[in-house]
């Protein structure tokens, strides 16, 4: 599988710094409004509620302290990536039993799995780097954050 270049995926202005102990739900929730924020309020719930349900499927946490919630939606014109920081973690269902620091919620295209599950792969393999999430849990700064998972 070709992986893609996430720099085009990643945006300073699809990211927040989540402090204090909010939900699953609530960090989903904030991660989708980020990513969706053109579409309307229609679009975004119906999208919010594809990613809930896929988390009641199975979670979307990795490991090492990261998540990539995911959802497809026919209301988009192209795929975008939300980044979420939780400096004091959430419990997510990780295998490894770690609460997640670092969530990229991937907002893709109905119409391309192919590229859905490409952009899944390339946030794997990025995410997986020992310490990342462990690295952006203190940051604030929207561009460090990006520059950091790019890294």
């Not at 995926?9 to 989708?32: E, F, M, Q, T, Y």
């Amino acid at each position: 599988m070709q992986l893609i270049d996430l720099a085009a995926l990643l945006d300073a202005d699809r990211v927040v710094v989540l402090p204090g102990s909010p939900s699953k739900a609530l960090a989903i929730s904030a991660l989708a409004d980020l990513a969706t924020a053109d579409l309307s309020a229609h679009d975004r719930m119906l999208f919010i509620r594809g990613v809930l349900e896929r988390e009641d499927v199975t979670s979307t946490a990795i490991g090492d302290g990261v998540a990539i919630p995911h959802a497809r939606t026919p209301a988009l014109p192209r795929c975008r990536v939300a980044v979420g920081v939780l400096p004091n973690g959430i419990l997510w269902g990780a295998s490894d039993g770690r609460p997640v620091q670092l969530a990229l919620l991937i907002a893709a295209r109905e119409s391309d799995h192919a590229e859905h599950l490409r952009v899944m792969a390339s946030l794997a393999v990025r995410l997986r780097r020992s310490g990342l999430a462990e690295r952006v849990r203190s940051m604030t700064d929207h561009g460090e954050i990006v520059r950091t998972i790019l890294g």
